[in-house]
């Protein structure tokens, strides 16, 4: 059975910097696409960064240039380093993989900005 788990959230004033981790189990993960969402108060949960088994990398637009995903496959974990926080990136963090199907989600971990 894979399992996420994500840790690294918190409390961080607005400029400030974060990294999250989704340590991922059960789960061979070098093939695995790996992503992080985000869900905001009343919004949809959103896509922030991808990586694929090779290395490549997506981003939402709204982060570009701000976060950066990588994985560790000796580790069996991915990470998204965050830095110049704004309030707008507040919200439940959740670590998914993706592909190959099924997509297995972790249970989020909470990032809050503060202005």
């Known amino acids: 059975q894979v399992q996420l788990v994500e840790s690294g959230g918190g409390l961080v004033q607005a400029g400030g910097s974060l990294r999250l981790s989704c340590a991922v189990s059960?789960?061979?993960?070098?093939?695995?696409?790996m992503a992080w969402y985000r869900q905001a108060p009343g919004k949809q949960r959103e896509l922030v960064a991808l990586?694929?088994?090779?290395?490549?990398?997506h981003y939402a637009d709204s982060v570009k240039g701000r976060f950066t995903i990588s994985r560790d496959n000796a580790r069996n974990t991915v990470y998204l380093q965050m830095n110049s926080l704004k309030s707008e990136d507040t919200g439940i963090y959740y670590c998914?993989?993706?592909?190959?199907?099924?997509?297995?989600w972790g249970q989020g971990t909470q990032v809050t900005v503060s202005s």
């Open positions: 998914s993989k993706s592909l190959p199907p099924p997509a297995v």
């Open positions: 990586i694929a088994s090779d290395f490549s990398t």
């Open positions: 059960g789960s061979i993960f070098r093939p695995d696409v």
